[in-house]
């Protein structure tokens, strides 16, 4: 098949796939996207179609009626579902990994098991079932202490306990299904570790890969990391914290141990890898695996691909080998995410959002949180509305742009963080 013409459908409803289907757009091989099930601002841009993603069965007859040549599942829930396999199934070409490669991220106590085994570093730990090896296991751990539901928990899985008792209860109301549901049935107990931590993602297919600026996220909704986890509050690439030299060490020690180690357990892995990491005194350690982009990093990594999206999408997708390098542009990008005050806790919806043109030139808007009220307007929806990202040579150009346009977009409990990128700035 040459590939011209192509459409493509885009899996998920954030900012994650509203990125993916720019990028894919801007792709002289594609003719037309279409995003599954989207939200009211990605609605603007391109085509949109009902859809709940973990559905495969309707995710497969919404390829085949619209004669879809490549689907992107953005999200980790339909690629733990098995929204992959269902599609190759029929003979769908599809990116990301099948529902085994996507254990990485659906257990995480299956990926201590794996990284133990392939002498991969990584936080001591245990895993537990039940409530009585895990309190003992727990009486001899150091202060504090990670206490982690071990299936998909949207970012919310993970306690760090300053006490014992706080551990001890966290232990029990994940065991016990209260908290988390069947995600907390087994829990990860892990050793707290120290340093900065940073995102690697790698396009892959088997053991072959192409790896993606460094990028770092800002989980801590207040400014100076403060506060309670979110999904991420903001986000930029390329970071300095990792040096060319640093990333060839990490790709020894890491990430071929860790496609190598898939391909012993008769993985194939296809799709994106991202890796989650630590940078200890004692050297980097992988904190988790996942299986998909990073939400907001997407926003800042694809923003710099030189090179095109697509053929990298689809030589995964086919399992074929990936090139041996991807050209990026000499740029830096940054994303500040627009929250609802009160997120991660309770926060309003359904305020109408108003954004002043013309956007500053290498910015762009996208739609994470939103939906549409009866008079057709874009309404908040969601704790993370919207992303205001910035490129430009320098990551304080980027950073001008962007925080130019969260400027320019108004809803009326908007919410963000002033200082994205702050470790980078006083950074030598
Ligand atoms: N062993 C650890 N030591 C210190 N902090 C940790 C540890 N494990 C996780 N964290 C913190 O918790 C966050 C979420 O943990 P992670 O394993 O990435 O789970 P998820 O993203 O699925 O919620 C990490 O980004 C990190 O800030
Ligand atoms: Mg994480």
Do not use: W
Not at 2 to 12: A, E, F, P, R, S
Not at 190 to 206: A, I, K, M
Not at 268 to 292: A, D, H, Q, W
Request: overall charge negative; charged content about 25%; aromatic content about 6%.
């Amino acid at each position: 098949m040459q590939d011209k013409n192509l459409k493509i459908l885009v899996v998920g409803s954030g900012g994650r796939e509203h990125t993916l289907a720019k990028v894919c757009h801007q792709s002289p091989l594609v003719d037309q996207v279409m995003v599954a099930p989207g939200n009211a601002g990605i609605a603007q841009e391109f085509n949109t179609l009902a859809l709940d993603v973990a559905d495969n069965q309707k995710l497969v007859e919404l390829a085949k009626v619209n004669s879809v040549d490549l689907v992107v599942v953005g999200p980790e829930v339909p690629l733990c579902n098995g929204a992959v396999d269902a599609l190759n199934d029929v003979g769908i070409l599809a990116y990301g990994p099948d529902k085994a490669g996507a254990q990485l991220e659906g257990s995480k106590a299956y990926t201590k098991d794996f990284l133990a085994k392939y002498k991969i570093p990584t936080a001591d730990y245990g895993n537990f079932t039940e409530i009585a090896p895990a309190l003992e296991y727990l009486a001899a751990c150091n202060l504090p202490v990670v206490v982690k539901a071990s299936g998909l928990a949207a970012g919310k899985g993970v306690l760090i306990c300053l006490s014992l008792e706080e551990a001890e209860d966290a232990v029990k109301d994940m065991l016990s299904g209260d908290s988390f549901g069947d995600s907390g049935k087994e829990v990860v107990i892990e050793e707290f570790l120290e340093g900065e931590e940073t995102s690697l993602h790698l396009v892959c297919s088997g053991e072959s890969y192409v790896s993606m600026p460094m990028s770092q996220d800002h989980k801590k909704v207040g400014e100076g990391d403060s506060g309670l986890n979110t999904g991420g509050m903001g986000a930029y690439a390329p970071t300095k914290l990792v040096t060319e030299d640093m990333l060839k060490s990490y790709e020894k020690s890491i990430v071929r141990p860790t496609l190598a180690g898939l391909k012993s357990e008769g993985v194939n892995f296809r799709g994106t890898l991202y890796i989650g990491l630590m940078l200890t005194s004692k050297g980097p350690k992988v904190l988790e695996f996942n299986v998909r982009f990073g939400d907001p990093e997407t926003q800042v990594i694809l923003p710099l691909l030189e090179d095109d999206l697509v053929p990298l999408l689809l030589t995964s997708a086919r399992g074929e080998s990936m090139p041996n390098r991807v050209k990026f542009k000499e740029a830096s990008s940054m994303v500040v995410v627009l929250t609802s005050a009160g997120y991660p806790e309770a926060y309003p919806k359904n305020e109408p959002i108003s954004i002043r043109q013309p956007l500053p030139e290498g910015s762009e808007v996208i739609f994470a949180g939103v939906g549409e009220n009866e008079n057709g307007e874009i309404v908040s929806a969601g704790g993370r509305v919207l992303g205001a990202v910035g490129t430009g040579a320098t990551l304080q150009d980027a950073k001008e742009k962007a925080y130019a346009l969260s400027e320019q977009i108004e809803f009326e409990s908007k919410y963000l963080r002033k200082d994205i990128g702050h470790r980078e700035f006083s950074r030598a």
